[in-house]
């Protein structure tokens, strides 16, 4: 067990409608990043946040939004879904220290989405 | 840009056998991060190992072991008397050290079947 949450585990949803899927990082830890994993794409960066600020972006389409709250737990919505929006997202977290020895993200278990 | 090969798609062993797993990267900052991560099929990426680009030794551990040389850009993974439990999906992972470059870049993956 890594210590990162994810909720839900499974979400079947139809074309077009609107998800949110929640993360809560291991206690301590300041940083909050979001993968994809998919058939075609393989493992991707989405976004990242730090602290409650976005620090870095990747892949992510504009239907795709993220925020990370107060108690540093994050969101990821994703909204006018498609087909190929069903993968499997992992949320992970790290202590954030830029560049320090001991950074290591530690991924949740994942939600795997579909959309049909 | 920074990017990662993992040249096998699929390795199959029997049981017991030693079994190497190839891990190529470019990237062009000169302190960087490595790492294996593990996806059994039960879908959740475990964290293996992190080596810093600043330090070459070799590391150990139990059955597993890994071989970081920087003149070829690589970190290749060693699985000794390999057992059932260790078939999975074998990722290495890249990521830079400065503000803002801590996403994790991932192979494509190497997956590992072990015959009983």
């Known amino acids: 067990d890594s210590g990162v949450t994810q909720t839900p585990k499974h979400l079947i949803t139809a074309t077009g409608q609107r998800v949110t899927l929640r993360c809560s990082p291991r206690s301590g830890d300041l940083s909050v990043y979001w993968y994809q994993q998919s058939l075609d794409q393989g493992l991707q960066f989405l976004i990242q946040?730090?602290?409650?600020?976005?620090?870095a972006k990747g892949n992510i389409l504009e239907r795709f939004s993220a925020q990370q709250f107060p108690d540093l737990h994050s969101e990821l919505n994703l909204s006018s879904l498609e087909l190929g929006d069903s993968a499997l997202y992992f949320c992970?977290?790290?202590?954030?220290?830029?560049?320090?020895?001991?950074?290591?993200?530690?991924f949740g278990p994942g939600t795997r989405l579909t959309v049909l | 840009a920074q990017k990662v090969t993992q040249a096998q798609t699929e390795i199959s062993v029997v049981e017991k056998e030693d079994v190497t797993l190839d891990c190529v990267y470019e990237?062009?900052?000169?302190?960087?991060?490595l790492f294996w991560y593990k996806q059994p099929p039960s879908g959740e990426l475990v964290f293996l190992i992190r080596r810093n680009s600043f330090d070459e030794q070799n590391e150990i551990s139990g059955r597993y072991s890994w071989n970081f040389q920087k003149s070829t850009s690589s970190f290749n993974f060693t699985i000794t008397a390999s057992q059932v439990v260790d078939s999975a999906v074998y990722f290495c992972a890249l990521r830079g050290a400065n503000f803002g470059n801590e996403k994790l870049t991932f192979g494509t993956g190497t997956r590992l079947t072990i015959i009983p």
């Open positions: 946040y730090y602290n409650g600020e976005e620090r």
């Open positions: 990237t062009r900052d000169t302190t960087y991060y």
């Open positions: 992970a977290s790290s202590v954030g220290t830029s560049g320090g020895p001991t950074d290591t993200q530690y």
